[in-house]
């Protein structure tokens, strides 16, 4: 049975309407009205295997905050909900990804206790049409979203573009090594009996 969510989130700032399968192809259909993300996303989608459509109306006219913090927000809710009871599933996932001359390390507990550590830093203020420090804001939403456990670290730097698309990919690796299944595994991963 693939593992599918599709969520919907509508306020003032944002309308989110978001379908992720984690047994995908690599398939993707977004539409958030900022190019990079989009070609963030893109890449997230395709690296990790999973499919993923989104439509995101955001409030653009003000800046870019709402629409990718609240993105996050949706995605991090369409992970959880798409992995169901995590019985089975390998639960821990790291990558460490080269983009040309960057060097980027993340790793995943998929716990379901939050907890985000970030060591990146930018060198522009914007990537395109997005402002590089709503890279972390994405991700920290994910993390709280979803319940888990995200530690993303720049090892070596280097060109923002190429900062960020090492991280995206970095993390779409990472999680689909953590939602996998193991055959050894029979129920949760976890010593406590859940991983809620």
């Not at 993923?52 to 913090?69: S, Y």
């Not at 907890?115 to 997005?130: C, L, N, R, V």
């Not at 900062?163 to 993390?171: D, L, N």
């Amino acid at each position: 049975m693939a593992r599918e969510a599709s969520v919907e989130r509508n306020t003032k700032e944002t309308e989110i309407k978001l379908k992720l399968n984690l047994d995908g192809i690599g398939y993707s259909d977004i539409e958030t009205g900022i190019g990079f993300f989009d070609h963030m996303l893109d890449g997230f989608t395709r690296h990790g295997l999973f499919n993923l459509a989104v439509r995101v109306h955001g409030d653009l006219e003000v800046d870019d905050h709402h629409t990718i913090e609240d993105t996050g927000i949706v995605l991090g809710n369409a992970i959880k909900e798409a992995i169901g009871d995590k019985k089975g599933i390998r639960r821990y996932g790291s990558c460490i990804l080269p983009m040309d001359e960057v060097l980027v390390l993340c790793a995943i507990d998929l716990s379901g206790r939050p907890y985000f550590s970030w060591d990146a830093e930018f060198t522009s203020e914007k990537i395109g049409d997005m402002s590089s420090e709503m890279v972390k804001e994405f991700f920290y939403a994910i993390s709280y979203s979803c319940g888990m456990n995200l530690h993303i670290k720049v090892l070596t730097g280097g060109n923002s573009h190429h900062v960020a698309e090492a991280m995206f990919k970095s993390f779409a690796k990472a999680l689909d090594q953590a939602v996998s299944y193991d055959p050894r595994i029979t129920d949760v991963l976890s010593t406590k009996g859940s991983l809620a």
